[in-house]
């Protein structure tokens, strides 16, 4: 019989865990609280905030726990639970200042590499006609022979429209779209 330090029930050695193999010499051989209350005690926000703690220092101070865990992450990220819990923890991040910051960085950057330059050198060999459209109402809208409407001509909210080429062969023609109605004509 023992026991409990958090509840102070004596209770039958069957109701605590035992201590580990390198802990096992150690008193009686088991844990300090019943099963009963170590459940409810990993459950509680201290804990999993001391645990957090540990496993800092832990990752600080021991090179091979953090190989371990940064091995066992990227097997973890590789399976499908794991791509889309980081798929829906990267949205969440890029929806705050600093991941809207740290977004912004990664584009200029990647603007920069080789690889990028490439892209849009093949993009514009590829698509020379809709380039040329582009730039003939671009410029028409600079020089102020075209005006662009206060709202969407499908939806009817106010915002600053995009102009939608029905018609490449047709530069000035275009119909008046916001981000959202233009996103939607280009992947419906």
Known sequence: MKQCKQCKQIKPFDDFHNLSKKRAHLGDGHVARCKECEKTYKKSPEYRKSQNERQK?????????????????????????????????????????????????????????????????????NNSEKRNANIIFSNAIKLGKIKRPPTCSICNIQCVPEGHHPNYSKPLEVVWTCKECHTGIHWS
């Open 57 to 125: 220092l832990r990752l600080r101070f021991d090179p091979e726990f953090a190989f371990r865990k940064r091995k066992k992450d990227k097997k973890y990220a590789q399976t499908e639970h794991g791509k889309k819990v980081h798929a829906a923890a990267s949205r969440t991040y890029n929806q705050t200042p600093k991941g809207k910051v740290a977004a912004k960085r990664a584009r200029k950057k990647y603007q920069q590499t080789q690889k990028f330059k490439k892209a849009i050198e093949n993009y514009r060999l």
